[in-house]
């Protein structure tokens, strides 16, 4: 049986890992050099696979687009989450796309 107690008192660590969202495919791995100098190895990747599931991101980043994910070897505690998040979108906002889309 689990001691819930533990949970109450501290988190346990999470993965990090972050997706990737382009129709540029060779933005991923200069992506992953930047995220890694920012958290950490990476010791797990996806495939890049194609990304037509929805037509939400058409408007703003066109079409073909393609999908990957990258995983951090560090756990991370889950109050790290929301400044990574501030973080990344500062980092997806210097890859502004010609139409004005990320």
Known sequence: MVNTATFKERPLPVKL????????IHL???LKTIL???FGA???????????????YLKEMGTGLK?????FE???SPGDISGIKLKTTDMEGQYIN????R
Do not use: A
């Open 17 to 24: 890992f972050i997706g990737m969202l382009s129709s540029e």
């Open 98 to 101: 010609e139409h004005g889309g």
């Open 67 to 71: 999908r990957k994910f990258i995983f």
């Open 42 to 56: 990476v010791d797990l990747e996806s495939p890049v696979w194609e990304w037509d599931h929805t037509d939400h």
């Open 36 to 38: 890694s100098d920012n």
């Open 74 to 76: 560090k756990l991370i």
């Open 28 to 30: 991923f791995d200069k």
